[in-house]
Structure formats: structure tokens, C-alpha cells
């Protein structure tokens, strides 16, 4: 049996060439958006890293689960099941349309818990700000998921790559106005930030269903008589993608509350991690296009039933991201200082600020293989359908830490570094544990795979 198939490394990188510049082009808008708010002080980008992954975990079970469609259409898609993919697009929105009632009170919730935090003063209010504004788009953030996910599915990954470079064309000139007030538009700072965020979702809609809604593509995947809600889709929408909803909402939970807590450390600490973050946003963010690429390809031979191409394809992303991870984690680890003086933010806290982002970058460099072999690893899981042990595994260690994150940060008051060191061995330990289950293979039983393409 081969193991590594130029056919399937091709098919791979077709896929996932336009999802790494898709992911790399999402990186780069937050990456700006970020700059954008050095340019004002260190209190402002910190104050945006805060708010803005307190959002993301607010959304985070629902997008864990619509995003679960990428498999499910992959899947369908693979089996010859035409007719169902654009199901799984609608019972997605219905998922998103329910979830806006939820949203607006866990939202208002999490705002008001800002102040408790322990947090500056004068960040609380930038946060509570900037984080209103992003949820007020949450359904706009959902819906785009779900549309990104169904082209993903069914191969079309150069649509996703276009509509998310049109964004983020929009975007990044669109916040640099409102953050600063040029071109007329009033200075709204961090709140302009969010504004441009959200009014560059509302247009990737529109480009997505610009696609989605063409005459061949309605007539090839039967889109009109998709418009019902379908209980068997549903069924193993919830089924599959349950498990993956609660490991995306339990572990951005936890990342989040770690977050909060570590800027309890004061301004210089939550800005020197929302630095090292953007770095590694530029090297994760673009590597889960790869991840998804995988877990297409995966879910795409596990419906047709063929398992040599799916082990191919573990090779192939495995080549790849490695590959990736160890070119850019030398570039971190040599330029890691002149990384850091690229957010000079010019006021009485960068010197701090630098000397311990720089000591951080150190963990980052250790940790990005490991990132590599937890994307690929959990794209082929994913993909497979073996949600279930992903989430029990997953949320397990995330708590753990942040169980011990507790008592460094707050019972014993220790160094930050050493808050940060827990957190990557974290991370070590978890490619450690996916490896080991990719490397065993319980997810390629018959039976188990059997009942994955069950409705």
C-alpha cells in the first residue's frame, strides 16, 4: 500500500492553496487591525485582543458546529449524494437564525463581567466597546461560516479564496477610516475597528450566494428544493458536529479565561501576548487551510470508502505542514526581536513590553510543530467522523490547564513566563495525544466508519 501519491499531494494543495490564502488573508485583516491599534497605544491593543477572542468565544459552540458542515458536504459529496449538500447549507442557517436569541444574552452577559476582571481601567471600557460592536455581527459571522464551509465541501475552494480576499480588501481600508477618521468618516477608533470587521461579513454574504444561487450550480446540487428543513440531515448535523461545537466552545472557554486572567498581570503583559498572538496567528491561522483542505479530502474518500487515498492525504498534510511549521519557526526564532519592534507603540510601556514579548516568542517557536501536527492530525479525525474522542481529549487537557493556569496566575501569583510555559507544554502534550490516536487508527474501523455516514 503507497503511502504518498503525487496525484493526492496535488489534489491536496488545489484544495488548500486557496484556503491558506483565504485563512492567511483573515490573518492579515486582524494582523492590521491590531497595527492599526499599536498606532494609538499600548491600553488599545490590548484592549482589542481582549474583546476580540471574548467574542469569538461567544460564538464559539455555534460556529464549532455549522463549521462541521465542511465534512458533512465532503461526505455527501463523496458518496454521489449531490442533492444533500445544499441541505446541509439550509439547516445550517436555521441553526444560525435560532442561535440569535442565545447570542444576545450570553453577549450582554460576558460584557458586564469585563470590569471584574481585574483588567487597567482605562481598558475595560475598550473592551466592553469593541466587544458589543463584534457581537452585534454575530449572525453575519455565522452565516458566513456556513456558506464558507459548503464551497469547501464540495472542492470549490478558489470561491472561498475570492470572496475572502474581496473582504479583507474592504476591510483593512474600510477600519483604517473609521479607526482614524480620513475620507470624511468620523474618528471612531476601536470601535471603527469592529465596524469594518463586521460590514466586510455583510458583503462576503453577498459574494457567497452571488455563487451559490448562479443557474449551473442550482441545477447541478438541486439547490431549489433544498429550502426545507430535512430531519436526517439535521439528525447528523447535530450528531457529528455536537461533539466538535462543544470542544470549540469548552477550549476557546478556557483560552479565554487563561487570556483574561494572564492580562491580570496589568497593560504590559496583555499587550506583549496580543504581539506574540498576531505572530502566531500568521503562522497557525494560514496552516488551517491546509486543516481544512485535509479534513475535505478525508471526509470525501471516507464517503466513497476509500482508504488508501484517505492515507495518502495524512502523508501528503503531514509533508506540508511540518514543512511549513519549521521554515517559519527558524524565521521566529532568528528575527523574533525585530518581530516584536514592528508594534512599537512608542509610549513608556514598550520597553517592558518588548523584552518580555521577545522571551515569549521563544514559546512559540516551540510550539508551532506541534500546532502543525494538532491541525492536520484533528483534520483527518474530523473528517473521518471520530468527533467524539477529539472533544473528550481536547477539552480534558484545556482544562487541565487552565485548572493549573488558576493557581500559577492567581493562588500563587508566579511569573508570567512561567504562566506561558504552562501553556506550551499544554500544547505539546495535545500533538502528542492526536498523534498517537492518528498513529493507532481505531477511526478506520469499518463499523465505526459505518456508522459515521449513518443518518
Not at 450528531?239 to 491580570?264: C, D, H, I, K
Request: with cysteine.
Amino acid at each position: 500500500m503507497h503511502y504518498l501519491s503525487l496525484t493526492t499531494l496535488r489534489e491536496l494543495l488545489r484544495l488548500s492553496i486557496p484556503m491558506v490564502i483565504s485563512q492567511g488573508a483573515f490573518a492579515f485583516m486582524v494582523f492590521t487591525d491590531r497595527w492599526f491599534m499599536s498606532q494609538i497605544d499600548s491600553v488599545h491593543i490590548a484592549a482589542a485582543m481582549g474583546g476580540g477572542v471574548a467574542s469569538f468565544f461567544c460564538m464559539s459552540l455555534f460556529i464549532g458546529l455549522i463549521s462541521y458542515g465542511n465534512a458533512m458536504v465532503a461526505q455527501y459529496y463523496g458518496a454521489g449524494m449531490m442533492s444533500r449538500c445544499p441541505k446541509v447549507v439550509t439547516q445550517g442557517v436555521i441553526i444560525a437564525t435560532s442561535a440569535l436569541p442565545l447570542l444576545a444574552i450570553i453577549g450582554y452577559s460576558v460584557g458586564q463581567i469585563f470590569p471584574h476582571l481585574g483588567h487597567d481601567p482605562k481598558q475595560v471600557p475598550l473592551e466592553q466597546v469593541y466587544f458589543y460592536t463584534l457581537m452585534g455581527g454575530s449572525f453575519f459571522h455565522l452565516l458566513k461560516a456556513c456558506l464558507a464551509s459548503y464551497f469547501v465541501g464540495i472542492g470549490r475552494t478558489r470561491v472561498v479564496m475570492a470572496v475572502d480576499v474581496c473582504g479583507v480588501c474592504l476591510n483593512i481600508p474600510l477600519s483604517w477610516m473609521l479607526i482614524f477618521g480620513h475620507s470624511g468618516l468620523p474618528e471612531l477608533g476601536i470601535i471603527g475597528a469592529a465596524l469594518g470587521t463586521v460590514a466586510a461579513q455583510f458583503v462576503t454574504i453577498l459574494l457567497f450566494l452571488f455563487f451559490y444561487l448562479a443557474r449551473a450550480h442550482r441545477l447541478q446540487f438541486s439547490v431549489g428544493e433544498s429550502w426545507v428543513f430535512d430531519r436526517s440531515v439535521m439528525r447528523r448535523y447535530l450528531r457529528l458536529g455536537g461533539p466538535s461545537a462543544l470542544e470549540s466552545f469548552m477550549n476557546t472557554a478556557t483560552f479565554n479565561v487563561f487570556l483574561l486572567m494572564f492580562q491580570g498581570y496589568g497593560v504590559v503583559q496583555g499587550a506583549a501576548m496580543s504581539i506574540v498572538f498576531n505572530w502566531d496567528m500568521l503562522s497557525f491561522v494560514p496552516m488551517m487551510g491546509l486543516n481544512i483542505g485535509v479534513m475535505t479530502l478525508i471526509g470525501r474518500f471516507v464517503g466513497a470508502g476509500d482508504m488508501q487515498r484517505a492515507n495518502q492525504v495524512i502523508s501528503s498534510g503531514l509533508i506540508l505542514s511540518l514543512g511549513y511549521s519549521s521554515i517559519l519557526a527558524l524565521l521566529f526564532l532568528i528575527f523574533r526581536t525585530e518581530l516584536v519592534e514592528v508594534f512599537s507603540t512608542g509610549d513608556e510601556y514598550f520597553t517592558e513590553i518588548s523584552t518580555l514579548a521577545s522571551t515569549m516568542m521563544l514559546g512559540l517557536v516551540t510550539y508551532m510543530l506541534a500546532d502543525a501536527i494538532i491541525l492536520i492530525s484533528g483534520g483527518v479525525l474530523r473528517g473521518a467522523g471520530d468527533t467524539r474522542w477529539i472533544m473528550f481529549t481536547s477539552t480534558s487537557l484545556h482544562w487541565f490547564m487552565l485548572i493549573l493556569q488558576y493557581f500559577v496566575i492567581v493562588q500563587w501569583d508566579m511569573d508570567p513566563l512561567v504562566s506561558w510555559w504552562v501553556f506550551v507544554i499544554m500544547l505539546l502534550s495535545l500533538a502528542v495525544c492526536y498523534a498517537t490516536r492518528l498513529y493507532r487508527g481505531r477511526w478506520r474501523q469499518p463499523e465505526r466508519l459505518a456508522r459515521v455516514m449513518q443518518d
